[in-house]
């Protein structure tokens, strides 16, 4: 049985005081919705007072990046150190991390294993570019993406895999509800072959991509979609409540 998870990621968005707004907005009904992982993924500034906001609560706290040092002169960085007394996830590799910061993937790779010898749970995000599905490519890049991030990686512990194609990311264009469950099975199978079976059926899956309210229904009815990961609707409370309670509601009709 996985427990779905449904994350917000507020990218480069709100300032900390906007940031206790937003939570104050949705803490209270948020934290009522039962059998689900809800984790909200502010910037770096405002980790600390979201954190305080939220404890006490049913809702997890998550960072956008780190360096893959423990220490060390880095101007500008993070450490995992620094991050894990703060929150209990961390988003790797994220798309617009690889393609504006030069992420590759062996960074990628460093990142989710300091990540899981910190003790942050990773949620790792991959996706094809527009260029590459029309091309044919989408299945050899996400094996490429899945297999050098884990390269040398004997356990996942708790590793969330996030599927999000970059043609689907901001765009309103979300990928089918097919379309995305049929990746997903695909990383199962690909996490089959790089570990076992077990593992592949115990590691939660999320769908990234223009989610929102209206749309969130279709990608949790599939059988492997354990949950999604919202950029735009999460800065919304009434959105992501919504998106959090239809998942909430669908995975536990299941
Ligand atoms: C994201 O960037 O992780 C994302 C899914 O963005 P959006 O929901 O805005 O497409």
């Avoid at 991050?83 to 393609?99: D, T, W």
């Avoid at 356990?155 to 970059?166: G, H």
């Avoid at 995305?180 to 690909?190: D, K, Q, S, Y």
């Amino acid at each position: 049985m996985r427990i779905p998870i449904v994350a917000g990621n507020w990218k480069m968005n709100t300032t900390i005081e906007s940031a206790v707004g937003l939570v104050q907005e949705m803490k209270g009904e948020l934290d009522k919705i039962p059998g689900i992982e809800k984790v909200l993924c502010p910037p770096f500034v405002s980790l600390s007072t979201v954190g305080n906001l939220i404890k006490g609560t049913s809702i997890e706290l998550g960072a956008q990046n780190m360096y893959f040092e423990m220490e060390g002169a880095y101007t500008g960085e993070i450490s995992p150190p620094m991050l894990k007394n703060l929150c209990q996830y961390i988003i790797i590799g994220h798309s617009e991390r690889r393609i504006f910061f030069g992420e590759t993937n062996e960074m990628v790779n460093k990142k989710l294993k300091a990540a899981l010898k910190i003790g942050l749970i990773p949620i790792l995000c991959v996706g094809e570019n527009l260029k590459e599905k029309e091309a044919g490519k989408t299945e050899a890049v996400i094996t490429n993406q899945v297999s050098a991030a884990m390269q040398e990686i004997a356990s996942l512990q708790k590793t969330v895999i996030a599927y999000e194609p970059l043609w689907a990311i901001g765009s309103g264009k979300a990928a089918s509800a097919t379309q995305a469950n049929t990746v997903l099975n695909l990383i199962r199978n690909i996490i089959t072959k790089l570990y076992d079976e077990q593992t592949a059926q115990s590691i939660r899956l999320q769908y990234g991509g223009s989610v929102n309210s209206n749309n969130i229904g279709e990608f949790v009815e599939m059988p492997d979609i354990d949950g999604v990961l919202v950029g735009g609707a999460s800065l919304k409370a009434a959105e992501f409540l919504s998106i959090v309670e239809q998942t909430s509601k669908i995975k536990q009709a299941k």
